[in-house]
């Protein structure tokens, strides 16, 4: 199914359908928001594009666009909004080999977006519960962009002619079972699915796994026979089939449907900006780094410019990324996975630092993930010791066939210490 743009009268003009075409070759949802834009600028100042490109030679374009400019402010519509007809009029004076400047004219508030200056970034929690009010399709949905960064129209994009398909997955195995071979598993965005036109891969951890072989195990119930060519999210089998992939807006369909459900106010692409912000964080502890943040987010810089020279990076890179991205889940993920004896190993050591008296802020600064077993051991003990130290004789460190004698006592249990002795505290 292709949608009929807004305006699609002005296709009847073959240049007109030209320049369109001509976006179209890069963007079809670009060319569909430009022919909007510039057909609404006809509609309100009574004009023509073919009368625009007249105006622009002689200069009273720039005059025409400078009273429509303060005549949208006047009307109070947003500076963001009144320079989307600006670019639709300078690409078609691009596409016809006219040179107008527009500059000079200020547009008050240009940089700015008004609708979404309030918004902000949901914490885990909310991210949690966004998750279970979302049906396994959505869940998937929110996981891969939430904790792989993906954009929606890299899951389906805006026509649903392509989209995340299940062979982009590299380890990813369907057989008479599904399954993943590495963890965290590597997601490749092919070029025609990243807005900056440059392939690209990130990676999924272990909760976004689960959300993944869930799906995909309901759907091959229903019948579904599953390849590489699949789509990663598929229609509803109630539902009437028009594309081959799920068009964008389905996509943020599902999800803003949890979110709602949720209790919650915020765009689908919040999830992105979630992604983005765990691993600022991460960053900041030293955990991945600048140039490997810019390439799994999907942006253009030093890793990218190897891996589109080379097509592929060295085996080790990319294990040493997927290494690094590992290290992020604990700022990603919303859960402990309960198959990762790595995610298992720092739960219980966040749970001993807090019996032993560390505050959770003080435990977020450590990256337990490259402590040694010696070195977290004297971390504990330390800690203990002063305890010990600060409440003198009411605290005493005995061998665990001595508790049953000093509960007796008067004493209460407070800690086991790495060596196996316990630590107990008279209760008065």
């Known amino acids: 199914m292709t949608f009929q743009p807004k305006h699609k009268k002005l ?62 402010e006047k009307d109070g519509k947003a500076g963001s909004y009144i320079v989307k007809f600006k670019h639709a009029l300078k690409n078609w004076l691009n596409f016809n080999d006219i040179t107008a400047s527009f500059n000079g004219i200020y547009i008050s508030g240009e940089y700015e977006n008004p609708t979404l200056k309030d918004e902000r970034v949901p914490n885990k929690d909310e991210l949690s519960r966004i998750i279970r009010k979302a049906t396994s399709r959505g869940r998937l949905a ?46 490749t965005v092919r070029s025609r699915l990243s807005k900056a036109r440059n392939q690209y891969f990130t990676f999924i951890g272990e909760e976004g796994i689960t959300y993944l072989i869930d799906y995909l195990e309901e759907r091959r119930k229903s019948g579904e026979t599953l390849t590489g060519e699949s789509p990663v999210l598929q229609f509803d089998t109630r539902g009437i089939r028009k594309n081959d992939f799920m068009r964008t807006l389905l996509v943020t369909r599902d999800i803003r449907e949890a979110i709602q459900g949720a209790g919650l106010k915020m765009r689908p692409y919040v999830l992105r900006a979630y992604f983005s912000t765990a691993l600022d964080i991460a960053e900041s502890k030293g955990l991945i780094s600048h140039p490997w943040r810019q390439f799994i987010m999907g942006h ?13 990076l060295p085996p080790d890179m990319i294990e040493e990324m997927r290494a690094s991205y590992q290290r992020c889940t604990k700022y990603l993920e919303t859960r402990v996975s309960e198959v990762s004896e790595d995610n298992a190993k720092l739960y219980l ?80």
């Open 11 to 72: 296709l009847e003009n073959a240049e007109i359908r030209r320049w369109w075409q001509n976006n179209r070759a890069r963007s079809p949802l670009s060319a569909d928001v430009l022919l909007r834009n510039i057909g609404l600028y006809c509609l309100i100042n009574d004009t023509s594009l073919d009368r625009i490109l007249k105006d622009a030679e002689s200069g009273e374009l720039k005059r025409q666009f400078s009273d429509f400019a303060r005549k949208m």
């Open 142 to 187: 929110i996981a891969i962009m939430a904790y792989s960064g993906l954009r929606p129209e890299s899951l389906g994009n805006y026509e649903g002619t392509d989209g995340l398909r299940l062979g982009d997955i590299g380890d990813l195995v369907i057989s008479d079972r599904i399954e993943i071979t590495n963890v965290p598993a590597q997601i």
């Open 300 to 312: 253009k810089g030093d890793i990218e410019a190897r891996y589109s020279t080379n097509k592929r």
């Open 349 to 428: 050591q966040q749970q001993l630092l807090l019996t032993a008296g560390y505050k959770q802020e003080e435990i977020d600064k450590m990256d337990l993930s490259v402590i040694t077993n010696e070195e977290f051991q004297q971390i504990l003990r330390d800690k203990l010791l002063g305890r010990m130290t600060d409440n003198g004789a009411k605290q005493k460190v005995i061998p665990p066939s001595d508790i049953e004698e000093y509960l007796t006592q008067g004493y209460e249990f407070q800690a086991v210490l790495p060596d196996g002795r316990a630590v107990m505290r008279l209760r008065f």
